[in-house]
């Protein structure tokens, strides 16, 4: 890449965003620094620069670790670098720091620290820079892809056919428990019961168990057992002969013959009726199956996966659900874990989709502006993977192309305030009047807008509450349950 431009980006930053320390590093695809500025160093403009100090080294390494930009108004009370040794001088006070990878390594670090006697870095700070680096960011990416998958390194063996995708992206131990699991069992012919929220990704799952394992070059067949109507449903699965029934004008083999020599995938089997359960229950002992309206048996070969959002167990107490076909189809369970239990991994998958979505649209990918970062990243998910999946597809319609997605492109569940995009300001007054509408806000959103318990969570009195609330016309509506 042109080093004038990336001087010109570096040049830019350290110029504006005032800092005692600041280090701007291009790293190549051997790990060799490109490039790199820096300013309150040892060495001066154009002369070798000295190491960071000790504390600044940790809090950088630490940065790097996270993978995500980092503002901190005060090092000592951040419990991101509780554990680090920062030794007792006390001069780095407040951080900013914007890592950036590339296929999985180190490509750009940005680091800035002021001492104690100047302000601490804000939000407004960590925007300018998030705008700053688009450019260098988008180079960078497409100068990687160019290249096979980044900066003059080979490219990277493609992942083995199926192997979990969007949904078992992740370092959660959950997540590592999941993957284990489906290669373990991948080659085996038991059945597979896979359980987890709505929008954790169960056909996934059977998807991953088909395609890498030693059925791969059969068939996989998915029927939603809640989705096809009751009198039409033993017809689909198990298929019917020529005039066994009024509209039987052939024969028809049903979907589990269909996928002999490879995967049956039955989702939301909870919802399967009690009748077909027990011709269900003789398929999975016998490997046969009958078509409605004949008499001789037909036999499959046949991997049964199925899945489920109920709770079977209630279902089987109830009796709605058979207990033997429970544990027949339970032999190997598979939980999928939900979103909101493994919130670290929501950055991980925020990106792949963005890389994802953005290049099926043709569209450069796009940067997430920290406010809006910080929404994605305290929502809780109830719709789990599928819900962030449709978040990201959606803000990147609204962007329309545009290289930073703004708060004001989120959907009104993950931005309830409706909170808009505001500039950095260098006005002290201004500054703190948008930090008090933010800050409300969003305590008022985590108390569910109940006025009272917000003032104690904040440490105001009620009386002073309602007094920033008026002075900044914020509105709250009836408390939540």
């Not at 901190?72 to 780095?92: I, M, Q, S």
């Not at 002021?114 to 960011?137: C, I, K, V, Y």
């Not at 030693?214 to 020529?242: D, M, Q, T, W, Y």
Request: hydrophobic share 40%; with cysteine; aromatic share 8%.
């Amino acid at each position: 890449m042109d080093q004038r431009f990336i001087a010109r980006i570096a040049e830019l930053v350290l110029d504006e965003v005032a800092a005692d320390r600041a280090l701007f590093r291009v790293l190549g695809g051997a790990g060799d620094r490109a490039f790199e500025a820096f300013r309150g160093l040892d060495g001066g403009p154009g002369g070798a620069p000295g190491p960071l100090p000790d504390a600044d080294e940790a809090i950088a390494g630490r940065a790097l670790e996270i993978g995500r930009p980092v503002v901190v108004p005060d090092v000592a009370r951040e419990p991101l670098f509780a554990d680090l040794e920062l030794g007792a001088n006390g001069h780095t006070r407040s951080v900013l720091a914007y890592p950036w990878s590339l296929g999985g390594r180190p490509a750009v670090l940005v680091y800035l620290a002021r001492n104690g006697h100047g302000r601490p870095f804000e939000r407004g700070d960590l925007e300018f820079l998030t705008l700053s680096l688009a450019p260098l960011l988008f180079r960078l990416r497409a100068n990687g892809n160019a290249n096979g998958g980044g900066n003059g390194r080979e490219p990277e063996a493609a992942p083995a056919a199926g192997r979990a995708a969007s949904v078992f992206l992740g370092e959660a131990l959950s997540v590592r428990r999941v993957r284990a699991l489906l290669e373990k069992v991948r080659d085996t012919d038991a059945p597979v019961f896979i359980a987890g929220e709505s929008g954790t990704g169960k056909e996934l799952a059977a998807k991953t168990l088909h395609e890498t394992g030693k059925r791969r070059n059969g068939p996989f067949v998915a029927v939603n057992c809640a989705a096809i109507p009751e009198p039409l449903l033993e017809s689909e699965l198990f298929g019917h002969a020529r005039g066994s029934f009024t509209g039987a004008v052939r024969d028809k083999a049903g979907l589990v013959e269909e996928a002999s020599g490879g995967t049956f995938f039955l989702d939301e089997i909870g919802d399967l009726p009690l009748a077909l359960q027990s011709k269900l229950l003789r398929v999975l002992e016998e490997k046969k199956i009958r078509r409605i309206g004949e008499t001789r048996p037909r036999s499959v070969d046949v991997r049964f996966v199925s899945a489920t959002n109920k709770d079977l167990d209630h279902e089987v107490e109830r009796g709605r659900f058979r207990q033997d076909l429970y544990y027949r189809l339970k032999i190997i369970a598979v939980e999928l874990p939900a979103l909101r239990e493994r919130p670290d991994d929501v950055l991980l998958l925020l990106n792949h989709f963005l890389d994802e979505f953005a290049r099926s649209m043709g569209r450069p990918r796009p940067f997430v502006s920290p406010v809006a970062l910080e929404m994605l990243l305290r929502y809780p998910w109830p719709g789990n993977v599928r819900e962030l999946q449709n978040e990201v597809q959606r803000a990147l319609v609204m962007a329309d192309g545009a290289p930073l997605i703004l708060e004001d492109y989120l959907s009104p569940k993950i931005n309830p305030a409706g909170e808009t995009y505001s500039t950095a300001t260098h006005r002290f007054a201004e500054a703190k009047a948008d930090f008090e509408r933010r800050f409300l806000r969003e305590a008022l959103v985590r108390c569910r807008y109940h006025r009272t318990r917000t003032a104690a969570e904040v440490g105001l009195t009620r009386q002073g509450l309602f007094k920033l609330l008026k002075k900044h016309g914020i509105e709250t509506p009836r408390p939540g349950p």
